[in-house]
């Protein structure tokens, strides 16, 4: 995205009973009429019955108790956390017992423009809400582009591509990791995907070292969830095509950029299992 653009643009997909019915009552074995049982039953049975109650359903529900969880989850992000794969990530760890899960992505954001959205703030208001253990993290792919500092005139604009980029961005990126880390949570920051696009990819490839690099410094609550070869088959080749019960299908939309559908369940099918592995959780 150009940084002559006063937003910019979004390149990256960035992102919770059956009533029952009483059986009828069953009908009394026939008596003489001539003999007092049999008065009594016929006196029963011109009783007027009692109306059926509908279950309240919203008493059933405020009556059942449910432990808090575990581990309580935040995930932030971009529109990769904002969109389908959010989506999908979140409902699968939801499907865990012992996990609690928030989400909050916004599209066409990153570190790199906070006088457009800001990040620090956002996520602070995000830690207050939800108090959660772990963050999981996927930001960047819009982040190519000079560094604008969040107010106009307090600080210096660093330019893409031009020496003091890289040290600049690895210090925003090690500000928000200290920021969700605070004394005792964990993040999990995810490797931006692959993408279908050579020109992006070179710039993503850069961005993707900067991050690793800086996150390396900030000890073991912080760890880099590497998806490289999620994205990749034995032989290098990036993956266009996932198998999809006997299709197969396209892994990103037409612009090489953006996942399908099923792309999108497909990385968060491979994400779960290194996120549960690294909270030493069963699936």
């Known amino acids: 995205p150009s940084a002559a653009r006063s937003e910019p643009p979004a390149i990256v997909p960035d992102g919770r009973a059956a009533s029952s019915t009483s059986a009828p009552a069953a009908t009394p074995p026939p008596a003489d009429a001539d003999t007092p049982a049999a008065s009594a039953v016929a006196r029963a049975d011109a009783l ?11 008493a059933a529900k405020e009556a059942k108790v449910e432990s808090p969880p575990d581990t309580k989850v935040l995930i932030l992000g971009d529109s990769m956390a904002a969109t389908d794969f959010g989506r999908a990530l979140e409902r699968r760890l939801e499907t865990h017992r012992r996990l609690g899960v928030a989400r909050r992505g916004k599209s066409s954001t990153g570190l790199a423009r906070p006088d457009f959205f800001d990040w620090m703030a956002e996520a602070e208001r995000q830690l207050r809400r939800h108090d959660p253990d772990v963050v999981v993290v996927v930001i960047g792919g819009n982040d190519g582009q000079d560094l604008i500092p969040k107010t106009k005139g307090k600080g210096r604009r660093v330019y893409w591509n031009k020496p003091g980029w890289k040290d600049a961005y690895a210090e925003r990126v090690k500000a928000f990791a200290r920021l969700l880390m605070g004394d005792d949570r964990r993040v999990a920051w995810l490797e931006l995907p692959a993408m279908d696009r050579r020109r992006f ?20 609550r912080v760890r880099y969830i590497d998806t490289r070869d999620f994205f990749y088959d034995d032989k290098g080749r990036l993956v266009r095509k996932i198998s999809v019960g006997k299709k197969r299908v396209d892994l990103r939309q037409a612009d090489g950029i953006h996942f399908s559908l099923k792309g999108s369940h497909y990385f968060a099918d491979r994400v779960l299992p290194a996120l549960l592995a690294e909270w030493s959780l069963t699936p």
């Open 201 to 220: 990819e070179r710039k993503l490839a850069f961005i993707r070292d900067v991050q690793k690099e800086a996150l390396a410094e900030l000890g073991p």
């Open 48 to 58: 007027p019955k009692p109306a059926s109650r509908a279950p309240n359903r919203k």
